[in-house]
Protein backbone atom coordinates (compact mmCIF):
# COMPACT_ATOMS: atom_id res chain seq x y z
CA UNK A 1 0.00 0.00 0.00
CA UNK A 2 1.03 3.55 -0.97
CA UNK A 3 0.60 6.93 0.04
CA UNK A 4 1.16 9.27 -3.36
CA UNK A 5 -1.66 11.19 -4.24
CA UNK A 6 -3.29 8.66 -5.57
CA UNK A 7 -3.11 5.67 -2.80
CA UNK A 8 -3.73 2.73 -4.49
CA UNK A 9 -5.86 0.49 -1.77
CA UNK A 10 -7.05 -3.04 -3.84
CA UNK A 11 -10.56 -3.92 -1.82
CA UNK A 12 -9.20 -7.41 -1.20
CA UNK A 13 -6.25 -5.73 0.70
CA UNK A 14 -8.60 -4.30 3.31
CA UNK A 15 -11.73 -6.08 3.30
CA UNK A 16 -11.93 -6.82 7.44
CA UNK A 17 -11.45 -3.35 7.71
CA UNK A 18 -13.65 -1.98 5.14
CA UNK A 19 -16.45 -4.05 6.23
CA UNK A 20 -16.13 -3.23 10.01
CA UNK A 21 -15.81 1.14 8.81
CA UNK A 22 -19.37 0.64 6.87
CA UNK A 23 -20.89 -0.61 10.17
CA UNK A 24 -19.58 2.36 12.48
CA UNK A 25 -20.10 4.63 9.82
CA UNK A 26 -23.82 3.51 9.67
CA UNK A 27 -24.04 3.88 13.34
CA UNK A 28 -22.58 7.33 13.12
CA UNK A 29 -24.77 8.24 10.02
CA UNK A 30 -28.09 7.21 11.62
CA UNK A 31 -27.08 9.67 14.42
CA UNK A 32 -26.97 12.46 12.19
CA UNK A 33 -30.05 11.67 10.47
CA UNK A 34 -32.16 11.13 13.53
CA UNK A 35 -31.64 14.98 14.59
CA UNK A 36 -30.96 16.67 10.85
CA UNK A 37 -34.31 18.07 9.48
CA UNK A 38 -34.96 16.61 6.39
CA UNK A 39 -33.33 17.64 2.91
CA UNK A 40 -34.63 15.76 -0.17
CA UNK A 41 -33.13 13.43 -1.53
CA UNK A 42 -31.94 12.17 1.89
CA UNK A 43 -28.86 14.73 1.52
CA UNK A 44 -29.05 15.19 5.32
CA UNK A 45 -27.91 11.65 6.23
CA UNK A 46 -24.40 11.80 4.56
CA UNK A 47 -21.06 12.34 5.97
CA UNK A 48 -18.25 14.79 4.31
CA UNK A 49 -14.48 14.50 4.07
CA UNK A 50 -12.26 16.65 5.65
CA UNK A 51 -8.84 17.14 6.07
CA UNK A 52 -8.22 14.64 8.84
CA UNK A 53 -11.40 11.99 8.35
CA UNK A 54 -15.03 11.95 7.61
CA UNK A 55 -17.78 14.35 9.48
CA UNK A 56 -21.05 14.24 10.03
CA UNK A 57 -20.97 18.31 9.75
CA UNK A 58 -22.39 20.68 12.67
CA UNK A 59 -25.90 18.42 13.83
CA UNK A 60 -29.37 20.61 15.16
CA UNK A 61 -29.56 19.47 18.66
CA UNK A 62 -32.30 21.81 21.13
CA UNK A 63 -30.65 25.14 21.01
CA UNK A 64 -27.03 23.97 19.70
CA UNK A 65 -25.45 21.35 17.68
CA UNK A 66 -22.82 18.48 17.71
CA UNK A 67 -20.33 17.16 15.38
CA UNK A 68 -19.23 13.61 14.98
CA UNK A 69 -16.04 13.12 13.52
CA UNK A 70 -13.37 10.30 11.95
CA UNK A 71 -10.05 11.34 12.18
CA UNK A 72 -8.01 9.16 10.23
CA UNK A 73 -4.60 10.45 11.38
CA UNK A 74 -5.43 9.91 15.27
CA UNK A 75 -7.71 7.11 14.49
CA UNK A 76 -10.42 8.34 17.05
CA UNK A 77 -13.41 9.11 16.67
CA UNK A 78 -13.91 12.86 17.82
CA UNK A 79 -17.90 14.06 19.49
CA UNK A 80 -17.96 17.57 19.85
CA UNK A 81 -20.60 19.60 21.15
CA UNK A 82 -21.51 23.60 20.80
CA UNK A 83 -21.75 23.94 24.67
CA UNK A 84 -18.04 22.71 24.82
CA UNK A 85 -18.10 19.45 25.79
CA UNK A 86 -15.95 16.78 23.84
CA UNK A 87 -15.69 12.64 23.72
CA UNK A 88 -13.62 10.30 21.81
CA UNK A 89 -13.71 6.59 21.07
CA UNK A 90 -10.18 5.52 19.57
CA UNK A 91 -10.17 3.48 16.48
CA UNK A 92 -8.93 0.30 16.97
CA UNK A 93 -9.51 -3.45 16.33
CA UNK A 94 -13.00 -4.22 18.34
CA UNK A 95 -16.30 -5.65 17.29
CA UNK A 96 -18.92 -3.34 16.07
CA UNK A 97 -20.96 -4.14 19.18
CA UNK A 98 -18.30 -2.83 21.03
CA UNK A 99 -17.86 0.75 18.87
CA UNK A 100 -21.43 1.17 19.17
CA UNK A 101 -21.60 1.01 22.79
CA UNK A 102 -18.90 3.34 23.16
CA UNK A 103 -20.41 5.80 21.21
CA UNK A 104 -24.05 5.88 22.55
CA UNK A 105 -21.95 5.87 26.04
CA UNK A 106 -20.12 8.95 24.60
CA UNK A 107 -22.80 10.80 23.37
CA UNK A 108 -24.90 10.30 26.59
CA UNK A 109 -21.84 11.63 28.36
CA UNK A 110 -22.55 14.79 26.46
CA UNK A 111 -26.44 15.18 27.31
CA UNK A 112 -27.24 13.84 23.82
CA UNK A 113 -30.04 11.36 23.12
CA UNK A 114 -29.89 9.51 19.90
CA UNK A 115 -32.51 6.68 18.85
CA UNK A 116 -31.68 5.26 16.03
CA UNK A 117 -32.49 2.53 14.27
CA UNK A 118 -29.72 -0.16 15.56
CA UNK A 119 -29.64 -2.31 12.55
CA UNK A 120 -27.36 -1.50 9.32
CA UNK A 121 -28.94 -0.75 5.85
CA UNK A 122 -27.90 -1.84 2.51
CA UNK A 123 -25.83 -5.15 4.10
CA UNK A 124 -26.84 -8.78 3.97
CA UNK A 125 -26.95 -9.84 6.71
CA UNK A 126 -28.13 -7.27 8.71
CA UNK A 127 -26.26 -7.79 12.10
CA UNK A 128 -27.73 -5.45 14.68
CA UNK A 129 -24.99 -3.36 15.89
CA UNK A 130 -25.17 -4.73 19.49
CA UNK A 131 -25.11 -8.25 18.24
CA UNK A 132 -22.66 -7.50 16.20
CA UNK A 133 -19.35 -9.55 16.90
CA UNK A 134 -18.19 -10.29 13.71
CA UNK A 135 -16.95 -7.79 12.03
CA UNK A 136 -13.89 -6.57 14.35
CA UNK A 137 -11.17 -5.70 12.24
CA UNK A 138 -9.20 -2.18 12.12
CA UNK A 139 -6.22 -1.54 10.00
CA UNK A 140 -5.29 2.10 10.75
CA UNK A 141 -2.89 2.42 7.92
CA UNK A 142 -5.67 0.81 5.33
CA UNK A 143 -8.39 2.91 6.48
CA UNK A 144 -6.24 6.16 6.12
CA UNK A 145 -5.28 5.26 2.62
CA UNK A 146 -9.17 4.76 2.32
CA UNK A 147 -9.55 8.60 3.63
CA UNK A 148 -6.88 9.44 0.98
CA UNK A 149 -8.66 8.26 -1.69
CA UNK A 150 -11.62 9.94 -0.69
CA UNK A 151 -9.57 12.98 -0.21
CA UNK A 152 -8.36 13.26 -3.82
CA UNK A 153 -11.48 11.75 -5.20
CA UNK A 154 -13.75 14.84 -3.13
CA UNK A 155 -11.65 17.56 -5.03
CA UNK A 156 -12.11 16.15 -8.62
CA UNK A 157 -15.92 15.99 -7.93
CA UNK A 158 -15.93 19.10 -6.63
CA UNK A 159 -14.04 20.47 -9.43
CA UNK A 160 -16.35 18.99 -12.01
CA UNK A 161 -19.69 19.89 -9.84
CA UNK A 162 -18.71 23.23 -10.10
CA UNK A 163 -19.27 24.12 -13.91
CA UNK A 164 -22.55 23.06 -13.81
CA UNK A 165 -25.19 26.22 -13.45
CA UNK A 166 -28.38 23.95 -12.58
CA UNK A 167 -29.45 21.89 -9.42
CA UNK A 168 -26.46 19.84 -8.36
CA UNK A 169 -26.06 17.78 -4.74
CA UNK A 170 -23.01 18.17 -2.34
CA UNK A 171 -20.12 15.85 -2.58
CA UNK A 172 -21.04 13.45 -0.13
CA UNK A 173 -20.41 10.38 1.73
CA UNK A 174 -23.26 8.02 1.69
CA UNK A 175 -22.63 5.57 4.44
CA UNK A 176 -25.53 3.00 3.40
CA UNK A 177 -23.65 1.98 0.38
CA UNK A 178 -20.22 3.26 1.87
CA UNK A 179 -20.05 5.61 -1.38
CA UNK A 180 -18.80 9.45 -2.24
CA UNK A 181 -21.40 10.88 -4.37
CA UNK A 182 -22.28 13.81 -6.52
CA UNK A 183 -25.62 14.15 -8.32
CA UNK A 184 -26.23 16.72 -11.31
CA UNK A 185 -29.88 17.83 -12.55
CA UNK A 186 -30.75 17.79 -15.94
CA UNK A 187 -34.55 18.83 -15.15
CA UNK A 188 -35.94 15.41 -17.43
CA UNK A 189 -37.86 12.71 -15.73
CA UNK A 190 -35.84 10.20 -14.23
CA UNK A 191 -35.98 6.39 -15.21
CA UNK A 192 -37.47 4.00 -12.42
CA UNK A 193 -35.71 2.93 -10.14
CA UNK A 194 -34.25 -0.81 -11.71
CA UNK A 195 -34.08 -1.83 -7.43
CA UNK A 196 -30.95 -2.82 -5.56
CA UNK A 197 -29.31 -0.58 -3.45
CA UNK A 198 -31.49 1.14 -1.63
CA UNK A 199 -31.34 5.16 -0.04
CA UNK A 200 -29.55 5.65 3.30
CA UNK A 201 -32.67 7.31 4.81
CA UNK A 202 -34.91 3.77 5.01
CA UNK A 203 -33.86 3.25 7.87
Same mark, same amino acid.
Given at each position: ?6 P??R ?6 ? $??? +? ?7 G ?6 ? %?L ?10 V?P?G ?5 ? #??G ?5 I ?6 H ?11 R?VP? $? %?? #? ?10 ? +??? +?????A????PN??E????F ?12 A?A??W ?5 A? $???G??R ?5 KV ?10 ? +?A?T ?13 ? $? ?5
Amino acid at each position: MTTTNWPTLRVADWAPT $RET +LHMWTQIVGKIRMAHA %PLVNHWWQVALYVTPRGLTTSAV #PYGTGAFEIEFDFLSHRLEIRSSDGGTRAVPL $R %PM #PVAEFYAQVMDA +LDG +LGIEAAIRPVPNEVEPAIPFAEDHVHASYDGEAAALFWRQLLQAN $RVMGEFRSHFVGKVSPVHFFWGGMD +LACTRFSGRPAPPHPGGC $RTAGTG
